[in-house]
């Protein structure tokens, strides 16, 4: 089993819809947590980024985490055209080693007008 | 004025070959990293290096070995290169070591294809 789950999709909505995606993990010592948007051939900018349970707004776009349930999510209200993307989970898991992002495999969205 | 940039954009070549992915940053940061892509968009660290010194090394072939001459540039040479090394190569940077709040940013990535 991955470290983290992430339903690849594609998902599919029309414009304005809102839009849920979702992120599971196994490893309790992930201490920070992060969606990241990635257009076709390019790389992954980071959206939005949370540390304790609970939710985290930014314009149209709301972070979720529940670590008790070890389930993350992020919700896009309004949904754009340009929104089309993959979005992926990412998480952070500290060592004396350093950090490196622990990323789910990504949900593909394309809204339609 | 590109924040991370990697060199080539495109790399196509047959197996057994040897080839370099170049990486440089002007952001400042002290540590950088080399993350793989496959085929199914999954996106898995490689290594990172912090002010040159390499701090995590995650289990991939020896035949793949990270060279930092200086802390904005972190450059990787492949040996004997397999067809399963087909991958996008993203480089990233980070202002310290990547922990909690410390956002990584990623280049463009480098589309390799092994013939």
């Known amino acids: 089993q991955k470290e983290v789950e992430q339903d690849p999709g594609p998902l599919s909505v029309p414009e304005g819809a809102i839009v849920s995606l979702n992120c599971t993990y196994s490893?309790?010592?992930?201490?920070?947590f992060m969606w990241y948007r990635q257009y076709s051939r390019k790389g992954p900018e980071l959206l939005m980024y949370?540390?304790?349970?609970g939710n985290k707004e930014d314009g149209r776009f709301t972070a979720q985490v529940d670590k008790s349930s070890k389930y993350i999510s992020l919700f896009i209200r309004d949904s754009q055209p340009s929104d089309s993307a993959t979005y992926l989970c990412?998480?952070?898991?500290?060592?004396?080693?350093?950090?490196?992002?622990?990323f789910g495999k990504g949900t593909s969205l394309l809204v339609t007008p | 004025d590109t924040a991370v940039s990697q060199t080539p954009k495109y790399l196509v070549t047959q197996m057994g070959n040897d080839k370099s992915i170049k990486c440089e940053q002007n952001l400042g940061h002290d540590t950088m990293y080399w993350y793989k892509q496959d085929s199914k968009k999954f996106l898995k660290i490689m290594f990172s290096?912090?002010?040159?010194?390499?701090?995590i090394n995650e289990t991939v072939p020896n035949r793949f070995s990270p060279k930092s001459p200086d802390k904005a540039h972190l450059n990787l040479h492949i040996n004997s290169l397999e067809l399963g090394d087909s991958a996008v190569y993203f480089c990233?940077?980070?202002?310290?070591?990547?922990?909690?709040?410390?956002?990584?940013?990623f280049g463009p990535g480098t589309r390799l294809t092994v013939l």
């Open positions: 990233a940077s980070s202002r310290k070591q990547g922990g909690g709040t410390d956002t990584q940013y």
């Open positions: 490893n309790s010592a992930f201490q920070y």
């Open positions: 290096y912090n002010n040159k010194e390499l701090i």
């Open positions: 949370t540390y304790s349970s």
């Open positions: 990412a998480m952070i898991r500290g060592s004396n080693s350093g950090y490196a992002l622990n």
